[in-house]
């Protein structure tokens, strides 16, 4: 079975510094969808970025990027340049076929 | 475009009560999902249809049964509600040819 793992349940960073966030999964299949989602305190969930992962580019998207360890399943999420918007839980989501596997969650808090 | 509709936002029921929350969307979507998410945790697929008339368990279906009759709605029902129920409860669709999922505001459930 498909397992997604987040070990850091909270984070801190100061306002304008970089984070990183930690997601590893579990899977013997070779073609499949990496996901972070974001949740604010609003509770909608917001897709931050995605990783196909046939490709082995990291995706980028503005201050977010990924860096993408197939061999080591290991999927992380940085954030540059952190703004005190960025204050959310994100979630690892992992995606093969029809389905959707989350973690558990990182719970990251922006220090001004 | 409304996007993801849940209805209702918030819900008390009684042990062994039963109700159905509402989920539509608007995009023509063929893909439909149902998560719960308990505190702290990250979200749990239920069921999720990959089109009309379509439907299949996800990792914790027990105690609920959906029904798939129009692409617009995908319609969750718990009979016989127990304390174990109470979470939030989002719904998301996706087109079938892209990666993205669009949530719903979700639905916070409470089973006294």
């Known amino acids: 079975a498909q397992t997604v793992t987040q070990s850091q349940p909270e984070m801190s960073v100061q306002e304008a510094e970089t984070v990183t966030l930690s997601c590893t999964y579990d899977?013997?299949?070779?073609?499949?969808?990496l996901f972070w989602y974001k949740q604010p305190p609003s509770r909608q969930m917001i897709l931050v970025i995605r990783?196909?992962?046939?490709?082995?580019q990291n995706a980028t998207e503005n201050r977010f990027s990924v860096n993408f360890q197939k061999a080591a399943k290991s999927f992380s999420l940085k954030i540059s340049d952190s703004q005190l918007g960025d204050a959310a839980m994100y979630f690892c989501?992992?995606?093969?076929?029809?389905?959707?596997?989350f973690g558990k969650g990182t719970r990251l808090h922006i220090l001004p | 475009n409304a996007g993801v509709t849940q209805t209702p936002k918030f819900r008390i029921l009684k042990i062994g009560q039963s109700m159905t929350l509402q989920c539509a969307q608007d995009?023509?979507?063929?893909?439909m999902y149902w998560y719960r998410q308990d505190p702290g945790m990250g979200l749990k697929l239920i069921y999720y249809s990959v089109g009309a008339g379509i439907t299949d368990k996800g990792e914790v279906p027990n105690g609920y049964n959906v029904s798939r009759s129009t692409t617009e709605d995908f319609p969750l029902r718990l009979e016989l509600a127990a304390p174990s129920q109470t979470s939030v409860y989002f719904c998301?669709?996706?087109?079938?040819?892209?990666?993205?999922?669009?949530f719903g505001p979700g639905t916070r459930l409470t089973v006294t």
């Open positions: 998301a669709s996706r087109e079938t040819a892209t990666y993205e999922q669009y």
């Open positions: 989501a992992y995606r093969r076929r029809d389905k959707i596997i």
């Open positions: 990783q196909e992962a046939y490709k082995q």
């Open positions: 899977t013997s299949e070779s073609d499949y969808y």
């Open positions: 995009m023509n979507h063929n893909y």
